[in-house]
């Protein structure tokens, strides 16, 4: 067995909270094993300036660390399940999903501490398409605002006054311990969350034997078959997270219970379905609601987004 790992990570104070958790679980389960991380800024990172709808999907975190695995200088990346391209380079995949947190979105506000709480015409930040159509189905009277940086530029911006709320995933505030800057954990009957939201994941070479074998113990099993199911349903639609496409997979007991979403930007558009099916059919599921979305027109929406 190898005797060190490297971890490909973004510089962002919550990419490198869930590097150095990945870390601290393998050093905790393999005592022998050196765990370094590699720090790397991404296209995504960089380009602060544009709604990132429009510079170009959901690769813009990733590609960076991908290549960085593909030629060896690191082992594994540790992402943010929601933020994944459904299809991995050649060479590259998926090699374990982690236990999920907190899935829903939170709104984030000094004044307020519900959005049925915001006054007309109130602020609101997210560069989200997805929280977007979502708020402006629910509140038209609201104002969206577009929103970027990570989560400590977001909070910032909104604590200069350029919002009157925020609305950020819950995930991400619980890790960085910011918990009490959560005015609304926002219920997913309202804002549907990104299909992956809350899950950290973990790629890794093909044929990296090894590695595959060091992280298997992190898999947490209920978590990947929700979001196995939500992946599906976005890769039929063809969805990245720049989309203003909703999924989330609940468990009980052996059945998955999958709703999903497809809004038109401007609120006034929402397409929506459910459906239940057995754990083991996961991405049939998934791919079954896709269908039925698409059934009732998502992919004229869909199209003309991605125009
Ligand atoms: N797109 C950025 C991103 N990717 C993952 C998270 C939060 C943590 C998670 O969903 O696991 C965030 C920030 C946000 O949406 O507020």
Redesign the pocket.
């Known amino acids: 067995m190898k005797d060190k790992i490297v971890i490909a990570t973004r510089e962002s104070q ?1 990419a490198l909270w869930q590097a150095n958790t990945v870390k601290a679980q393998l050093e905790s389960l393999y005592p022998e094993l050196k765990v370094e991380l590699l720090g790397m800024t991404t296209k995504g990172d960089q380009i602060l300036d544009s709604p990132l709808s429009k510079i170009g999907g959901k690769g813009l975190f990733v590609k960076e660390l991908e290549t960085a695995l593909l030629d060896g200088r690191a082992d594994i990346a540790v992402h ?4 994944v391209p459904m299809a991995f380079p050649e060479g590259l995949t998926l090699a374990t999903i982690c236990e999920r ?1 907190d899935p829903t979105d939170a709104l984030v506000s000094n004044k307020f501490t519900s959005i049925d709480e915001l006054p007309a015409n109130s602020i609101v930040g997210t560069s ?1 398409l997805r929280r977007s159509c979502q708020l402006r189905m629910l509140r038209p009277d609201l104002v969206v605002k577009d929103l970027r940086g990570n ?1 400590n530029t977001r909070l910032r911006k909104l604590d200069e006054g350029e919002y009157d709320a925020i609305i ?2 819950s ?2 505030l619980i890790r960085l311990e910011m918990q009490d800057r959560i005015a609304q954990f926002i219920s997913t009957e309202t804002s549907l969350p990104a299909g992956g ?4 994941g973990i790629e890794c070479r093909s044929n990296d034997k090894d590695t595959h074998s060091i992280l298997a113990p992190l898999q947490h099993d209920e978590t990947a078959v929700r979001v196995i199911a939500e992946r599906a349903m976005n890769k039929r639609l063809n969805g990245g ?1 720049q989309a203003p496409i909703a999924c989330f997979a609940e468990l009980q007991d052996n059945t998955i219970w999958l709703r999903g979403l497809v809004g038109s930007p401007d609120g006034k558009t929402m397409l929506r379905s459910e459906a239940y099916g057995p754990k083991d059919k996961a991405e049939a599921l998934g791919i079954e609601l896709a269908e039925e979305l698409i059934s009732q027109g998502a992919n004229s929406i869909l199209e003309a987004i991605y125009k």
Do not use: P, R, T
Request: glycine share 12%; aromatic share 0%; hydrophobic share 45%.
């Open positions: 919550l943010s399940m929601k933020d947190e989200s989560v950020l995933a995930a991400g939201q809350g899950a950290m997270c």
